[in-house]
C-alpha cells in the first residue's frame, strides 16, 4: 500500500508535507488566472472580452475510448460583454470563478447552498439556487476541473466503512490520521475526506451499495472483515464526491470495485452512471469508473432467487424505454437485464434477500455473486 513520504507510521505529517490536493489546488488557481488574465486582456485591448464555453447538451455527448466514459463534443458557444443578453450571465461566471479562488487561497470550503447565498449577500443577481449551480457548472466546462477541485461540494449523504487508514490534508487537521473503521455507521465522505491522502489500506476490494439498510447489514454481518473489502454507501445515485473517491480507490489502491443496487430500471442506471459516466457531469472527466462491475442485483436474480417483487410503475416503464435507446446498454449483463425487466414487468429491492433471512444477503448471496462474476 502507498506510504507517503515524510509521515512517520502512525504519527503526524510535518509542516512542510506535501499532498496531491496542494498539486490540484495550484491547477485550479493557475486555471482560473489564466481565464481571467484573458478577459482583462480583452478589454486593454479594447476588445469585448469572450468565453467559448462547451456546450452541455445530450447532442454533444460522444464515447470518448481512451478514457472509457461519454465525454462532451466539439460544439462550443460563445458568451461575451458585446451581446447585452450575455452580460449578466457572464458576471455570474465571473463572481462564482472570483469565489472559487477564494475558497481555494482561504482553505475554506462551500456547499452549493451556501454558494448561492454568499452571492446573493454579495449582490450577484441569481433568481434561484438552480441557476447559480448552472453557472458553477459553466466554470466547471470552462476550466475543465470539476467543483470539488474548486473546494465547492454538495450536501454529504455518501459514507465510507471498513479496513483504510486516511490523513487528512485540510488546514487545521492536516496530517491527522482517521482509522475509517473506528465508526460502525461509517465516516461521511465529504470534503475533507475526498482530499484526504491513504495512509493504509488493509482491503482487497471494494462493495458500493446503493441502500443505507443494506449497507448497515453488511457492516453488522462483518462483511468488511470476511470480505476484506471497503464498503461505501451512496444513498441512492452516487454524489460526484463520492464517485471521485471510489475512482482514486481504484486507480491509487488498485481495488476492484463492485457495485449493489435495486433490482429495477433506476437501479440499473445508478451502476450506469458510476461506470460509464452521466451526461449531466460529460464536462468532467475522469469521476467515473470504467472497471466496476455491476453486481445485481439482477431481474433475473428475481426469478432465480424467487425473490419479494412489485410491479414496474408508468415510472419505471419510462426510464426503461429510456434504457433502451440508450447505447450504454447495448451490451450484456445491461441489456439482457434491461430485456428481462420488459419480460416480468416485475422489480425488488435488495432487502428483499431478507425473505430467507437476515444474514443471507451476506453469507448466501455475496459469496455466490462473488464466484460468478470472477468466472467471467
Known amino acids: 500500500m502507498p506510504r507517503k513520504k515524510g509521515v512517520a507510521p502512525g504519527g503526524e505529517a510535518g509542516r512542510t508535507q506535501h499532498y496531491r490536493s496542494d498539486e490540484i489546488k495550484k491547477i485550479v488557481l493557475s486555471k482560473l488566472k489564466k481565464a481571467g488574465e484573458e478577459i482583462v486582456k480583452a478589454f486593454n485591448s479594447g476588445e469585448w472580452p469572450t468565453l467559448y464555453l462547451p456546450v452541455r447538451s445530450t447532442k454533444n455527448i460522444v464515447y470518448d475510448p481512451s478514457l472509457r466514459q461519454y465525454v462532451l463534443g466539439p460544439k462550443r458557444a460563445e458568451r461575451t460583454v458585446g451581446n447585452i443578453r450575455h452580460l449578466r450571465p457572464f458576471a455570474q461566471l465571473v463572481w462564482v470563478s472570483k469565489f472559487a479562488k477564494q475558497l481555494l487561497t482561504t482553505g475554506k470550503?462551500?456547499?452549493?447552498?451556501?454558494?448561492?447565498?454568499?452571492?446573493?449577500?454579495?449582490?450577484?443577481?441569481?433568481?434561484?439556487?438552480?441557476?447559480?449551480?448552472?453557472?458553477?457548472?459553466?466554470?466547471?466546462?470552462?476550466?475543465?476541473?470539476?467543483?470539488?477541485?474548486?473546494?465547492?461540494?454538495?450536501e454529504e449523504r455518501a459514507s465510507i466503512y471498513g479496513d483504510l487508514v486516511i490523513e487528512y490534508t485540510?488546514?487545521?487537521?492536516?496530517?491527522?490520521?482517521?482509522?475509517?473503521?473506528?465508526?460502525?455507521?461509517?465516516?461521511?465522505?465529504?470534503?475533507?475526506?475526498?482530499?484526504?491522502?491513504?495512509a493504509r489500506c488493509g482491503a482487497e476490494q471494494v462493495f458500493v451499495i446503493e441502500k443505507g439498510a443494506v449497507f448497515s447489514r453488511f457492516v453488522e454481518e462483518r462483511a468488511d472483515k470476511?470480505?476484506?473489502?471497503?464498503?461505501?454507501?451512496?444513498?441512492?445515485?452516487?454524489?460526484?464526491?463520492?464517485?471521485?473517491?471510489?475512482?482514486?480507490?481504484?486507480?491509487?489502491?488498485?481495488?476492484?470495485?463492485?457495485?449493489?443496487?435495486?433490482?429495477?430500471?433506476?437501479?440499473?442506471?445508478?451502476?450506469s452512471v458510476l461506470i460509464h459516466g452521466s451526461a449531466l457531469s460529460a464536462h468532467i472527466k475522469e469521476i467515473n469508473v470504467p472497471d466496476a462491475v455491476w453486481s445485481g442485483v439482477y431481474a433475473t436474480d428475481i426469478t432465480k432467487y424467487k425473490l419479494p417483487a412489485m410491479r414496474l410503475t408508468e415510472q419505471d416503464f419510462k426510464r426503461l424505454k429510456e434504457l433502451e435507446q440508450d447505447p450504454r446498454y447495448t451490451v450484456d449483463p445491461w441489456r439482457r437485464e434491461v430485456q428481462y425487466f420488459g419480460k416480468?414487468?416485475?422489480?425488488?429491492?435488495?432487502?428483499a434477500f431478507s425473505r430467507y433471512g437476515l444474514e443471507f444477503i451476506v453469507k448466501d448471496f455475496l459469496p455466490e455473486r462473488l464466484a460468478e462474476l470472477q468466472k467471467r
Do not use: W
Open 226 to 271: 470476511k470480505f476484506k473489502a471497503l464498503l461505501i454507501h451512496t444513498a441512492g445515485q452516487s454524489p460526484r464526491n463520492c464517485r471521485k473517491l471510489i475512482r482514486r480507490l481504484r486507480e491509487e489502491l488498485n481495488l476492484p470495485v463492485y457495485i449493489f443496487t435495486d433490482a429495477d430500471p433506476y437501479g440499473v442506471h445508478i451502476a
Open 170 to 198: 485540510i488546514p487545521g487537521f492536516r496530517g491527522q490520521r482517521i482509522d475509517l473503521s473506528a465508526h460502525p455507521d461509517g465516516y461521511a465522505i465529504g470534503p475533507a475526506l475526498t482530499t484526504a491522502e491513504f
Open 344 to 351: 416480468i414487468k416485475r422489480k425488488a429491492e435488495l432487502e
Open 109 to 154: 470550503t462551500s456547499t452549493l447552498r451556501d454558494t448561492y447565498y454568499v452571492a446573493i449577500g454579495e449582490g450577484i443577481d441569481f433568481e434561484s439556487q438552480d441557476e447559480s449551480d448552472e453557472v458553477i457548472m459553466e466554470v466547471e466546462s470552462l476550466i475543465n476541473q470539476p467543483r470539488e477541485d474548486m473546494n465547492i461540494f454538495p
